[in-house]
């Protein structure tokens, strides 16, 4: 025992202080990384390390982003980047102490990790790029300001042309949001499941580039969560499960953001007139220094602000003043640290209601059976009309101004509803469970009116006819329906056109529609035509009541829209596209995975999916190609199944890889999977993650 214990004090002994030592990472088939970690840090630091292997450089910008000081290394050219974060990351630090400790240590773990990664692997960054980063600076990701894109539009319509590019109020223009851009999410309860056992589906549909990233993290007693880890951070809006539950987001659409006017204070400078008493506004200096050659050069500006928020336009006597119900909110990674390690619906309801997710519905489920959805928002309590983001509201008290937020509890919730089942594409609560609507009445004001979009009354039909019990892999099969609801609803309309016409350029056309199974199946026939048909006959921005016979309504929310409103338009939009898509597909009958492709990671094979404006379940968007096909630019890419027995039984894939590095072999290699509809199964257990080991090692240790 002597000589023994000799020989162990003789042996190097790891430092406590070096991460990779507390770290291992297993890879294993598709090159899903498995972090075991022995804590918190070390967790934080193997997620970042494992994202910059996967996509290199773009994780420590974003990084440099929240810092402020990318111009400091790339130039006066980012200097717009720098003024918009550094607010931020100021904040940031001034916060940080608030967080509870786990948090800052995966903070401070990510920042280690990328630090390492840099100081390895110099010759992927730029010469002077920092090494440095700390846990302040990660931490301001999650750092919310103010809606200053909102503010910009405002600004435009309220005074002209904008002010010049990164004057307060304008960070530039926000994109008009994609119509098909957004999620679905299923959760079943036992009555409606083979094994009585909750499913929960998470489905993600954005862009191929959004950086969903599949991985598994375990730190004894602390966590064991597998899901979508987005590039760039470690709480950049996760879903996915732990061993007793699971939650997936969709997007929703919240009004968080008021644009109020007051009074300038009669021969004062720089005050405002609140309740009855002049007030001044508040200067804010941001300094940002820029690389100007071999030295450094800094520039400094100055942006106001009121009680009530920034300001953002003075003119014609007033100030006006945007106030956002997430400005200053620093606590999302702490809620989705808790939501991650919660072990029942009780502990994940506690954790959502620090309410710092700013919005996004949630769908639940768990072992223990239950089901739950939650329209999420940090939602303003107005105590006036809400005149939308073009009017300014005139107060001159504060009790007229929004002070407090609808508390979470009593935002849009259903708990295990009639129908044993939860769908969510992105519409408003009413219709989630069709069996227990919500009434408007009842609602916050400012939550959107009922709508129930062609996606969401296809997932309806598709769980209701299904039959009363299903199984993960019926579920799955499900999800991957190629169904094209629209034509359903306007195909009928369209033949009958044809034949009342007798025109007979249309035959061809009539027998491939009427032959068509309507679907946007990779082989089916007919799709093509359709979609070419309904985008010259429905140009964007063309109302409902110009397209629709009957439009939808409430009263008939899963079976409206349908038919056509102009039979003439129709078939004159018809004449036009024949001879188009015989020109560039060479026939009419073309099918559809024939036009429509994946390609990425050097593979391209046909697949199946459309738009949901179309009505499809299986979200698809898709790019030009010069060659005349179209490629999947984003939609459906991340799917993820799961069903909660004592251990968590789950298949999933992520069209695009885990990988977007031309050279990785994670580049692309699960397209082929996803444009066949499969799934792969997961690796939960230690046991499965053992048998599918394929690589192991400790990140960033010295050679």
Not at 280 to 300: F, H, M
Not at 380 to 385: A, I, L, R, S
Not at 621 to 648: H, I, Y
Request: hydrophobic letters at 40%; glycine letters at 10%.
């Amino acid at each position: 025992m002597i000589a023994l214990a000799i020989l162990l004090a003789l042996q190097p002994q790891a430092d406590p202080n070096d991460l990779s030592a507390r770290v291992e990472i297993i890879r294993t088939a598709y090159g899903v990384p498995h972090i075991r970690a022995q804590d918190l840090e070390a967790f934080g630091y193997g997620l970042a390390w494992v994202q910059l292997e996967d996509y290199g450089p773009r994780v420590a910008h974003g990084i440099l982003r929240t810092r402020g000081t990318v111009a400091r290394v790339f130039g006066r050219d980012s200097i717009e980047i720098d003024f918009f974060a550094r607010p931020d990351r100021q904040a940031a630090e001034a916060l940080y102490p608030r967080l509870d400790q786990a948090t800052r240590d995966v903070y401070e773990g990510f920042a280690a990790g990328v630090n390492r990664f840099v100081t390895l692997h110099r010759d992927q960054f730029a010469p002077d790029f920092p090494a440095d980063f700390s846990g302040y600076d990660v931490a301001a990701q999650d750092v919310a300001g103010p809606n200053f894109a909102l503010a910009a539009r405002f600004v435009r319509r309220l005074m002209g042309p904008p002010p010049r590019p990164g004057a307060p109020g304008n960070p530039g223009e926000a994109e008009e949001p994609n119509p098909n851009e957004g999620s679905n999410a299923w959760a079943l309860a036992p009555s409606r499941t083979r094994s009585k056992r909750a499913i929960l589906l998470r489905n993600p549909h954005l862009a191929w580039d959004a950086g969903y990233y599949e991985a598994h993290a375990t730190v004894p007693g602390l966590l064991d969560f597998y899901g979508d880890f987005r590039i760039g951070g470690p709480f950049i809006v996760i879903g996915g499960f732990n061993r007793d539950l699971g939650f997936a987001t969709t997007n929703n659409n919240s009004v968080q953001d008021a644009i109020y006017a007051l009074e300038v204070a009669p021969g004062l400078s720089d005050h405002v007139l609140l309740d009855g008493r002049p007030v001044a506004l508040v200067p804010e200096r941001v300094t940002v220094e820029y690389r100007n050659g071999s030295g450094y050069s800094s520039e400094s500006r100055e942006r106001w602000r009121s009680p009530l928020g920034p300001v953002i336009a003075r003119t014609g006597g007033k100030v006006y003043v945007l106030r956002t119900a997430t400005d200053g909110e620093y606590r999302a990674g702490e809620q989705f640290l808790r939501m991650m390690r919660a072990r029942s619906l009780e502990e994940w309801k506690a954790a959502m209601r620090v309410n710092a997710r700013a919005t996004s519905n949630f769908t639940y489920a768990d072992r223990a059976g239950n089901i739950f959805y939650v329209w999420n928002a940090t939602l303003p309590d107005y105590p006036h009309p809400h005149p939308g983001d073009s009017v300014a509201t005139p107060v001159s008290r504060s009790d007229q101004v929004w002070t407090r937020l609808v508390p979470w509890d009593s935002l849009p919730q259903l708990l295990n509803p009639k129908g044993g089942f939860i769908h969510q594409e992105n519409d408003p609560p009413h219709f989630t469970s069709l069996l227990q609507p919500m009434d408007s009445a009842r609602l916050p004001a400012t939550v959107p009116g009922p709508t129930l979009s062609l996606r969401s009354q296809l997932a309806l039909d598709l769980l209701t006819k299904a039959g009363n019990r299903l199984s993960l892999e019926d579920v799955i099969r499900l999800k991957h329906s190629y169904r094209m609801l629209l034509a359903d609803r306007v195909k009928p309309d369209l033949l009958a056109a044809i034949k009342a016409s007798g025109d007979t350029s249309l035959a061809e056309a009539e027998r491939i529609l009427a032959a068509w199974d309507n679907t946007a199946a990779h082989e089916s026939r007919g799709g093509v035509l359709f979609e070419t048909w309904w985008r010259r006959y429905r140009p964007q921005g063309t109302s409902n009541e110009r397209t629709y016979a009957v439009v939808w309504s409430k009263d008939a929310p899963a079976a409206t829209p349908r038919g056509l409103a102009d039979t003439a338009r129709a078939l004159e939009a018809l004449r036009t596209v024949i001879p188009q898509v015989r020109q560039r597909y060479g026939r009419l009958d073309v099918p559809w995975g024939e036009v429509n492709r994946v390609r990425v990671g050097g593979k391209d094979v046909p697949v199946g999916g459309c738009g949901g404006d179309l009505g499809c379940f299986r979200v698809l968007q898709f790019q030009n190609q010069p060659d005349g096909k179209r490629a999947v630019s984003g939609g459906d890419g991340w799917v993820l199944a799961v069903e909660f027995g004592s251990t968590p039984k789950a298949y999933s894939v992520l069209g695009y890889g885990n990988s977007n590095l031309p050279g990785s072999p994670y580049n692309g290699d699960q397209g082929e999977l996803f444009a066949k509809g499969e799934l792969k199964r997961v690796a939960f257990t230690a046991a499965d993650i053992e048998a599918q080991a394929v690589k192991r090692y400790r990140p960033g240790q010295s050679p």
